[in-house]
């Protein structure tokens, strides 16, 4: 028998942003979609341990929340217009044509350029598409942008009321809006593929399949869409190159494993041959003069370290000059700090190190700043330094396996 409770956890990752792509659609308000949706889970929670899970829990939930945006648009609207535009909405006759699908034929896809409006500022785009189609948690989203939960409630609650005084309508994208509202789009997707490689939450599996894997799948709808465009190509590389390392990077006792220390030989093939070809793609292009982008460079150096047999093979001097190049196109605190990392493999620890502790004032809450820190550390042979820096790691690390793992590192030490 199907446990409820799994089977709703499951239903939120599975069938959250197909609910509410397809309420919006339909109801044209995202807070009505969003509200409705909520209300069919929460309807779930108190039915499904009594009833039993449905045999089709999304189309439950689809007709459930259907139901109670009826409701909502009944209270709000007296109106004998609005009450037959509701009837006229929750006709489900497979029969009726569909409304116009555009340039996209994917819900959540036109869902997330649809959030991505030009005329909310690119942060808010992302967190609001994070919200409302990734099913993110408001601490989720801001572990994403290293920003307190709530700033970024009021972030997303600002941009709702945006949209709504501003009578933005939901519509479908045409072929020409795509190419001004992709960067957002894409950011987006970088974000829910992150969320999902290393999730954050003391009840959350530390990997989301379902978020790396929809991301990606949605990456795919984009590349189709625009086959040209190079960081769309270098944002699908990079999502497969990291994607086959998934299997490798728990351990059965559900424990981090780093990337030195991995079993290559779990990788997945296959996704790292179309990595390596879509990078392939672009390093042509850019020998042909056209400069690559902070995906294409990601996916680059994610093609040198899944081209190396083991971790002494990879061509760290290589992997640094990538960095080198990502750096002075996105001079953020994160990209420093993972280019310290490759540093510490070419020049050493010392040298690293010095690079990390320059970055303290930014990225002094950001765990994996303290995590940095430790190992190098441990690898000098300053144990006592290093305990204090996994205990400050340890204490902002939101995903359950790399606690794990840092836990572990601490206490063997000396």
């Known amino acids: 028998m199907t446990d409820p409770k799994e089977a709703i956890t499951r239903a939120h990752h599975a069938e ?6 397809s309420l919006t659609r339909r109801f044209g308000d995202l807070d009505i979609a969003e509200e409705a949706t909520a209300e069919a889970f929460a309807t779930a929670v108190e039915r499904w341990p009594a009833d039993g899970v449905p045999p089709n829990p999304g189309a439950w939930l689809t007709t459930t929340a259907t139901r109670k945006a009826i409701d909502r648009v009944r209270r709000e609207n007296k109106r004998d217009d609005k009450h037959k535009e509701a ?22 896809l036109r869902l997330i350029f649809t959030c991505c409006h030009p005329a909310l500022a690119m942060p808010t785009r992302m967190a609001l598409t994070l919200r409302m ?5 408001m601490p989720e989203i801001a572990r994403a942008f290293l920003v307190q939960e709530a700033a970024m409630g009021q972030r997303i609650t600002r941009a709702k009321a945006k949209i709504k005084a501003a009578r933005i309508p939901y519509r479908v994208p045409s072929a020409d809006d795509l190419p001004a509202r992709v960067a957002g789009v894409l950011a987006v997707l970088y974000l829910v593929f992150n969320e999902g490689y290393l999730a954050t939450g003391p009840h959350t599996d530390p990997v989301r399949h379902d978020l790396t894997s929809e991301a990606i799948r949605l990456t795919r709808l984009i590349h189709d869409l625009l086959p040209d465009d190079g960081e769309v190509t270098g944002l699908l590389a990079m999502m497969l190159l990291t994607e086959a390392r998934r299997t490798a990077r728990l351990s059965s006792s ?7 220390q991995q079993d290559r030989a ?3 093939p296959t996704l790292i041959a179309e990595g390596h070809r879509l990078v392939r793609q672009r390093l042509a292009a850019a020998a042909a003069g056209q400069a690559p982008g902070r995906y294409q460079i990601q996916a680059a150096i994610n093609a040198v370290h899944t081209s190396a047999r083991d971790i002494r093979d ?3 001097t290589q992997v640094v000059a990538l960095y080198d190049q990502l750096a002075r ?10 280019r310290a990392i490759a540093v510490a493999e070419l020049d050493g620890p010392h040298v690293a190190l010095a690079a990390v502790d320059r970055l303290q004032d930014r990225l002094a809450g950001y765990h994996a700043y303290h995590a940095t820190r430790a190992d190098l550390l441990r690898r000098m042979g300053r144990n ?10 340890i204490e902002l690390a939101g995903n359950t396996a790399e606690t794990t793992y840092l836990t572990r590192r601490r206490d063997q030490l000396q």
């Open 314 to 316: 990879t061509d760290w």
């Open 384 to 393: 006592q330094q290093a305990r204090a820096a996994y205990d400050k790691a």
């Open 16 to 21: 959250w942003a197909r609910v509410v792509a």
């Open 254 to 260: 559900g424990e981090l494993i780093p990337l030195d």
């Open 329 to 338: 196109l996105d001079p953020s605190p994160i990209i420093i700090l993972n």
């Open 87 to 108: 009837q006229r909405m929750y006709d489900a006759d497979p029969a009726e044509p569909p409304d116009s699908l555009g340039a996209i034929d994917d819900d959540r």
């Open 266 to 268: 779990t990788w997945d």
């Open 133 to 137: 189609v990734g099913g993110l948690t």
